[in-house]
């Protein structure tokens, strides 16, 4: 199936920098790739949804400022978590839809999901 | 809005036991059904799912029927095995026109003992 990497898998930064998180389709093109923050005991929450060479849609409540997204190419969105802190600490996940699966207006379950990046901020 | 409710976990079985993950949901609009499974150290990857319903999705001894009536998407497997251990989420998706967002059960994690 199609694989998505996530890198890094895991990162620890100082309180106050900021630190990227970057997301790859590795043997497809995504127009679109999806962002989610997971927490203990706690559901995915999804973000935002970047948009290959356009803005990023946010999800009500998470900060544009706070979370940058760029996704720049077909194969690859950046997340970065502009001066963090403590509470920032969280398991972001991405997801990234296959271009040429999406020509139908239900695309339902094509989503391919990466490991994961588990971000703890001292 | 959308949401789905997952047991709670953790849950042990024994190997060979039979499995139920029960799933419910509140949805706007008619949704599909999926169950995603986190294997340790690996990305969410795509079980079952169930775009209408009476619809069941089935794959890898899992099953899970899209029952209307009762917003249920249980999931069951008659004999489970120590390979079965990892982490399921339920999940739902109304489609918005090409650009499908997912709701998340708060996920289970199954334990199977041999």
């Known amino acids: 199936g199609a694989v998505v990497s996530q890198h890094p898998s895991r990162v620890i930064c100082k309180s106050g920098t900021s630190v990227k998180i970057e997301c790859r389709s590795l043997?497809?093109?995504?127009?679109?790739m999806f962002w989610y923050r997971q927490f203990p005991k706690k559901s995915l929450m999804l973000m935002a949804t970047s948009n290959e060479g356009s803005k990023a849609t946010y999800e009500q409540g998470v900060e544009k400022d706070k979370f940058l997204i760029n996704h720049a190419s077909l194969t690859l969105s950046t997340l970065t978590v502009t001066s963090a802190h403590p509470e920032d600490s969280s398991f972001y996940i991405c997801s990234a839809r296959d271009a040429t699966r999406g020509q139908r207006k239900m695309n339902t379950g094509e989503l391919f999901f990466g490991e994961g990046s588990r971000l703890t901020v001292l | 809005g959308n949401s789905v409710t997952q047991m709670e976990g953790p849950v042990t079985l024994s190997e060979e036991a039979f499995l139920t993950i029960n799933c419910t949901y509140t949805?706007?609009?008619?949704?599909?059904l999926f169950w995603y499974v986190q294997y340790p150290g690996e990305g969410l990857q795509l079980l079952l799912k169930a775009t209408k319903a009476d619809d069941k999705g089935s794959n890898k001894g899992f099953e899970a029927t899209y029952r209307k009536e009762t917003t249920s998407f249980h999931l069951e497997k008659g004999s489970v095995q120590v390979s079965d251990s990892a982490v399921y989420f339920c999940?739902?998706?109304?489609?918005?026109?090409?650009?499908?967002?997912?709701?998340f059960g708060t996920g289970t994690r199954l334990t199977i003992i041999p």
């Open positions: 043997d497809f093109q995504a127009t679109t």
């Open positions: 999940a739902l998706s109304v489609p918005l026109f090409g650009n499908e967002k997912l709701t």
């Open positions: 949805a706007t609009g008619y949704p599909s």
